[in-house]
């Protein structure tokens, strides 16, 4: 998870372009993702990861915190969440919608108990909303922005099933004032 985090931040801070003018010495260095530290993290992330070792919550708490002083968190939450899914499973083309629903739902839930050891709340009727109260994230991020992170989790489980035109929907946030925060996933 904090591998794949910072991968994404050092990922986003790659210059797309190098001016004649400007000089890297200078510019570069204030890229978080291509500073020193972070380096060396991703560095330390890929040996633990070989260890089959999980981070602490304290961990990702800072993590989540270093993330969120970015004006780009959102969206580096939500590429996090959508590389952190399942590998596509290829299915054939006639599979009921049923099966697909049930088959997400499954994959989405054994992300979450994957990568943070258990799940991050629960699907209500029996289409694929999933609702959550007082999770991970919420004590982690009073903002609401890492919740961009469960949805792409949520995004690419279903497109991972073939699933296309998905799209996932944070429709609800504790961090907004509702009772819990809900992601619709619709397009199936």
Not at 9 to 37: A, F, H, Y
Not at 89 to 109: G, T
Not at 166 to 175: D, G, K, L, N
Request: charged fraction near 30%.
């Amino acid at each position: 998870m904090a591998l794949v985090l910072l991968e994404t931040i050092q990922e986003k801070d790659q210059p797309r372009e190098v001016l004649k003018e400007e000089n890297t010495s200078v510019t570069i260095p204030r890229r978080l993702g291509l500073s020193q530290v972070i380096v060396d993290r991703i560095d330390v992330y890929h040996q633990e990861v070989k260890r089959n070792r999980k981070i602490t919550d304290l961990e990702f708490k800072d993590l989540v915190g270093l993330v969120n002083k970015r004006p780009d968190s959102v969206d580096i939450f939500l590429e996090c969440g959508k590389r952190l899914a399942f590998d596509p499973l290829n299915l054939p083309k006639i599979v009921s919608r049923l099966f697909i629903v049930l088959r997400a739902k499954r994959r989405i839930n054994r992300s979450f108990i994957r990568l943070f050891g258990r799940r991050i709340g629960g699907f209500s009727g029996s289409g694929l909303t999933l609702e959550s109260r007082s999770h991970l994230f919420m004590e982690m991020d009073p903002t609401g922005n890492a919740c961009a992170l469960v949805g792409g989790i949520c995004l690419e489980s279903v497109r991972g099933l073939g699933a296309t035109g998905i799209q996932v929907e944070h429709t609800a946030c504790e961090s907004a004032g509702d009772a819990f925060c809900r992601w619709d996933i619709r397009g199936m």
